[in-house]
């Protein structure tokens, strides 16, 4: 049995300097332990409700821990994801014949700053959007909180795909 042990401990020692690739597709650099987020505002996005930017910003948190084995930090940590809301709207995508929407898309934008402090080149700022679409005979008040939680996700998703997903 011991000659098992040999090509066992050969491949072990030829992976110990390659990146670490998670079953998510992400590449995290060995030497990154620590994530900070700071708190997405939302002063460009006039419409948006109060609790967008809270929410938002836990959906990102969320995302990068479920995805990752990095540790949340409040600042400095190797990776630095900031930015802000800059856009909140409500648009009419198809409109029947009596000039009444029957579906409406409300799009949520946000500009991020992503800095990796271990490797420069991996850093970036983009600006992301997303949207989610609901029938046009409702009110958005009526349907804002699932569709929020929904854009949430789909931008977190693109953000974290951006950040780490570099194959």
Wanted: charged share 20%; with cysteine; hydrophobic share 35%.
């Amino acid at each position: 049995m011991n000659f098992l042990k040999v090509p066992l401990i050969l491949i072990l020692l030829s992976l110990a300097g390659c990146k670490i690739y998670s079953f998510t597709g992400a590449s995290v650099s060995p030497d990154v332990n620590t994530l900070s987020v700071a708190t997405f505002p939302s002063y460009q996005a006039t419409l948006a409700p109060p609790s967008l930017s809270q929410s938002f910003t836990e959906s990102l948190k969320d995302i990068f821990l479920r995805q990752t084995n990095l540790a949340l930090i409040k600042n400095n940590g190797d990776l630095i994801i900031e930015g802000e809301i800059t856009s909140y709207r409500q648009t009419d995508e198809a409109v029947t014949g009596n000039d009444v929407s029957s579906l409406s898309r409300l799009t949520i934008t946000v500009k991020v700053s992503y800095t990796d402090t271990k490797n420069e080149d991996n850093s970036y700022q983009q600006s992301f959007s997303n949207f989610a679409q609901f029938d046009g005979t409702q009110n958005l008040s009526e349907v804002e909180a699932g569709l929020i939680e929904e854009i949430n996700e789909k931008l977190a998703q693109d953000i974290f795909n951006r950040s780490l997903g570099n194959w």
